[in-house]
């Protein structure tokens, strides 16, 4: 079963930092690009960064640009997001989510195909 686990959400105070993982089982992300989206209380999800599956490519949302880094590292199947200099307006659900893809960088949250459950990240003093 292909699934994504996403973890190290949890309370930060302004200016902290976070490290979000999204573990895969069931398939390796070696060929999958991945993306980071997030939800917050009666707001649509947006992207906020995503990496592509072959050259490490990526695409960071303006708001996250120069805060916010996407990585990856296929050894341990999994996809991270460091995140520092948090503001309260970064407080969503964040998820991570996978499509298949040889190269290049997908954006539009539509074109992936496997979501995780998502993990509350909460910026406040």
């Known amino acids: 079963q292909l699934q994504l686990v996403e973890s190290g959400g949890g309370l930060v105070q302004p200016g902290g930092s976070l490290r979000l993982s999204c573990a895969a089982s069931?398939?390796?992300?070696?060929?999958?690009?991945i993306g980071w989206f997030r939800q917050a209380p009666g707001k649509e999800r947006e992207g906020v960064s995503c990496i592509s599956s072959n050259d490490g490519s990526t695409y960071y949302t303006d708001s996250v640009k120069g805060r916010f880094t996407i990585s990856r590292d296929n050894a341990k199947n999994t996809v991270y997001l460091q995140m520092n200099s948090l503001k309260p307006e970064d407080t969503a659900v964040y998820y991570c989510?996978?499509?298949?893809?040889?190269?290049?960088?997908?954006?539009?949250?539509?074109?992936?195909?496997?979501w995780g459950q998502g993990t509350q990240v909460t910026v406040s003093s």
């Open positions: 989510a996978a499509t298949q893809e040889d190269y290049g960088l997908v954006v539009d949250q539509y074109d992936y195909d496997y």
């Open positions: 069931g398939f390796t992300l070696d060929y999958y690009a």
